[in-house]
């Protein structure tokens, strides 16, 4: 299987008032595991830890953006507070020109039996140049570091 597991700690603050990680909340657990994916880290001592895949440079003043068009989320449990780190799954579902599709399924922390699938989500993110905002075609790196995370796109279940 092509997936990353991108280990992601809840923060205290990411409950809401019903004792729960806010619906919000999740959207930022999903660009956390992204940025850790697909970015190159801003730190070189982060570098040994960070995936093949993190080819992407989004610092400022890099001549690329990554945008997000658009990101579908289906929520399929309640997230309890735990210190374990959530398992979070991540994949492309879809290499575009100049677009990928990014697939994420939030798990309970790996060994936790029995697994439980909290939700999914898809997130489209186009590449721009920083100049013109105009969509740029993913280059040879980016297309081969993220060509073997390539696999089926999430289907949902809730429509």
């Known amino acids: 299987m092509a997936r990353l ?8 603050g990411d409950l809401d008032a019903y004792g729960h990680v806010n619906n919000v909340e999740i959207l930022r657990l999903l660009e956390e595991a992204r940025v850790k994916a697909l970015w190159v880290p801003d ?19 890099s001549p690329t953006l990554s945008i997000i068009a658009r990101t579908e989320i289906e929520y399929l449990a309640t997230i309890e507070y735990r210190r374990s780190p959530l398992d979070i799954q991540l994949w492309i579902g879809r290499l575009g020109g100049a677009d990928i599709d990014v ?43 993220w060509k073997s995370l390539v696999e089926a796109p999430l289907l949902f279940t809730r429509r």
């Open 43 to 61: 730190d070189e001592s982060e570098r040994p830890d960070s995936p093949p895949s993190a080819v992407l440079d989004a610092r400022l003043g």
């Open 103 to 145: 697939c994420f399924e939030i798990w309970s922390p790996v060994g936790v039996e029995p697994a439980e699938l909290y939700s999914r989500a898809t997130t489209r993110v186009v590449l721009c140049d920083s100049q013109t905002m105009s969509p740029r075609r993913l280059s040879p790196t980016e297309r081969t570091a």
């Open 5 to 12: 597991h991108i280990p992601t700690v809840l923060r205290w």
